[in-house]
């Protein structure tokens, strides 16, 4: 059974405007929440990351939602960027086995269209 | 850079091989892991280790052997595989702690024939 799925295999956006990449999860004991981005013959790298605590974090042009009632988080990228184009990996952990035990989606493939 | 290097990069071998992959981390970090990751699948955690320690085997076949002689470098040996073992090798390291990121290397991409 997969605790955290990302629905979208891909996502192809237009430069400039906004990217939003979701994350859904089944364990309501999770309680840490991870983005990472990956290129193509790299590993993945951290992006963005976000405590149960909050509903939203922000980083430059990185937003990241939670809304724990629906137990879905999303990624924001405004405005998006061609480097933007990647991989992306959403993660979850629950507890204090941190990044011990993360549980990853199977990734969303954003585009950045020029 | 993230300070962690996985070597090969690349490796192609025969169901009756043995080949090692090797993985080593420049950032004072004591948790090592091994991750696996197959086309269109999410990264499956195989293995943690802790000071060392081996803190997980996540139900991984006996064809997967990890190997960490210290907090900086860590080994996956491997025998007898599979064509469906053909995946990318991802090793990570983090510091302790909850909550913590983990950082990646670029991986061993695996091919078994």
């Known amino acids: 059974d997969q605790q955290v799925k990302q629905n979208s295999p891909s996502l192809s956006v237009q430069e400039g405007r906004i990217s939003i990449l979701n994350c859904d999860y089944t364990?309501?004991?999770?309680?840490?929440f991870l983005w990472y981005k990956k290129y193509p013959a790299e590993g993945p790298t951290f992006l963005i990351s976000?405590?149960?605590?909050?509903d939203k974090n922000e980083d430059g042009r990185f937003t990241v939602f939670l809304n724990k009632s629906a137990k879905h988080l999303s990624l924001h990228i405004v405005p998006s960027q061609p480097g933007d184009s990647a991989v992306y990996f959403c993660a979850a952990s629950a507890g204090n086995e941190g990044a011990q035990k993360l549980v990853f989606g199977q990734g969303t493939r954003l585009t950045i269209n020029p | 850079e993230t300070g962690v290097t996985q070597t090969p990069r690349h490796l192609v071998m025969g169901m009756t091989n043995k080949k090692s992959l090797k993985c080593e981390q420049h950032l004072g970090h004591n948790a090592m892991y091994w991750y696996k990751q197959s086309a269109k699948k999410p990264l499956e955690l195989m293995f943690v280790?802790?000071?060392?320690?081996?803190?997980e085997n996540n139900s991984v076949p006996s064809r997967f052997s990890p190997e960490c002689p210290n907090s900086s470098h860590l080994f996956l040996h491997l025998h007898t595989l599979q064509p469906e073992d053909s995946a990318l090798y991802l090793c990570?390291?983090?510091?302790?702690?909850?909550?913590?990121?983990?950082?990646f290397g670029s991986g061993t991409q695996l091919s078994v024939l």
């Open positions: 990570a390291s983090s510091p302790q702690g909850a909550g913590e990121k983990l950082f």
């Open positions: 364990n309501s004991m999770f309680d840490y």
């Open positions: 976000i405590s149960s605590i909050k």
């Open positions: 280790y802790n000071f060392k320690e081996q803190t």
